[in-house]
């Protein structure tokens, strides 16, 4: 199968992306999408709100973060850069802040190695397990660091 190019990556992301937006997944400036390209990846920029996005705004960075066009990436770039590394088999990447997901995250009977019981045969085929990570600030490498080792 043929790999979309560039122009179609972008268009496929702002689709995406509003779709998350209208269906209240992506509120205000939360949020963000990647996609892996041969030389690095095109996400999301800097407080941009996902239900308006235009193709030309998407930004693209090399693998070490440096950008190469389009606008100020998304302050989670970092973020999707180390998952990218941690799991090189995958192409693309959405970062939400679910309203339930944040809830959960705050249970005080959490168990923080796995947050959810296994509720359905499903979720644990697909999930396994849900770690909570601790709270960092947004775009702090830490926080990259730490989701790359969950995530490898």
Do not use: W
């Not at 269906?23 to 892996?36: D, E, F, K, L, M």
């Not at 693209?60 to 590394?85: C, N, T």
């Amino acid at each position: 199968m043929k790999r979309p190019s560039e122009g179609e990556l972008r268009e496929k992301i702002v689709f995406h992306a509003a779709s998350l937006f209208q269906r209240g997944y992506a509120p205000g400036t939360s949020g963000n999408i990647s996609v892996r390209l041969d030389d690095g990846i095109l996400v999301t920029p800097a407080k941009a709100c996902m239900g308006y996005l235009e193709p030309a705004n998407l930004a693209v960075i090399d693998f070490s973060g440096r950008l190469i066009s389009g606008g100020k990436p998304s302050k989670e770039a970092i973020l999707h850069l180390k998952l990218y590394e941690a799991r090189p088999q995958a192409n693309a990447i959405v970062h939400l802040h679910s309203t339930y997901a944040v809830a959960v995250s705050c249970l005080e009977e959490n168990d923080l190695n796995d947050a959810l019981p296994p509720l359905t045969p499903y979720y644990v085929m697909k999930i396994g397990t849900l770690p909570v990570v601790p709270y960092y600030p947004p775009g702090d490498i830490a926080l990259a660091g730490t989701v790359a080792n969950l995530a490898s």
